[in-house]
């Protein structure tokens, strides 16, 4: 199995990273993808990714961080995109729910990456929150000049599911779905994903499964517990766990064009 969604670059890693990535390997995670959120996030995943077996980067701009976005830090990233241990040009996106930069700055960041990622040949990661119809917009005129379109942590409806999966996009499924209370209506979206348009992801140190059992002491979530989610996940789509393994496997193969 391999997790499409590390933030390994995280300071709460700081202390024990090759631990965490060598306990994710010691359960079964054969691979990482370490998400970019900025120029400097994105240059420290493409370190860790260089520094740590079966790890790979991504590079981009959250949209938390549009603001920051200029001639210069588009530059930087497409430098990045040129790295052969860069796969995807993300995190990118739009988030309307908390606007820490304009909605207008998103926009830009947004639009720029899809440029840099038709350009670089490279699928994107991409972030949504609040913002479906937008992000559709801005997206679609892209969608036949990428080779692929990952919904990174997707926690939409139903509608907005089917109008992803109907344009050829991956979701992405977080240990979000293990919330007794807020993943419900995740949780019921999951037989409707084709396999073959699914990733799983632990979002690690964020979204920290909460039907774990015993308790974790920590809050911390690690890769090494995406197969929980993996086994949740296969229960509630009435799933064999190493058939929905082996297709989710298949499609980080194709999608990223990677080998492990």
């Known amino acids: ?27 079964g995670v054969h691979g990482l993808l370490v998400t970019g959120t900025s120029v400097q996030e ?32 588009a530059e930087r990233i497409y430098r ?16 309307f729910n908390r606007n ?20 670089c ?6 972030h949504c929150r609040e913002a479906h119809d937008r992000f559709m ?27 992803c999966l109907a344009h050829g996009m991956y979701l992405g499924v977080t240990g979000w779905v293990c919330d007794e209370r807020r993943g419900l209506d995740l949780r019921e979206l999951l037989p409707v994903i084709p396999a073959s348009q699914l990733f799983l992801e632990t979002d690690a140190p964020y979204l920290l499964p909460r039907d774990l059992l015993p308790k974790p002491r ?8 995406l197969p929980h989610i993996f086994q949740q996940v ?14 989710t496997d298949n499609n980080v193969r194709r999608v990223f064009n990677l080998s492990f």
């Open 121 to 126: 040949e490279l699928p994107v990661f991409l």
């Open 100 to 119: 820490f930069s304009s909605p207008l700055d998103q926009e830009r960041a947004f639009s720029a990456q899809l440029a840099i990622a038709a350009e």
């Open 42 to 73: 994105s240059e420290q995943a493409l370190a860790c990714a260089t520094e740590y077996k079966n790890c790979w980067a991504t590079a981009g701009v959250h949209p938390h961080d549009a603001s920051t976005w200029s001639e210069t830090v």
């Open 137 to 163: 917009v801005l997206l679609k005129p892209w969608l036949s000049k990428l080779p692929a379109v990952v919904l990174h942590s997707f926690t939409g409806t139903r509608q907005e599911a089917d109008e």
């Open 234 to 247: 296969a229960r509630w789509r009435n799933e064999d766990p190493n058939e929905l393994e082996a297709a």
């Open 1 to 27: 199995m391999f997790d499409i969604g590390v933030n390994l670059t995280s300071s709460q890693f700081d202390k024990d990273r090759a631990d965490v990535v060598s306990r994710a390997q010691n359960a």
């Open 218 to 225: 920590s809050r911390r979530n690690e890769p090494c517990l």
């Open 80 to 95: 990045l995109a040129g790295q052969d241990k860069v796969v995807a040009v993300g995190e990118c996106g739009l988030d």
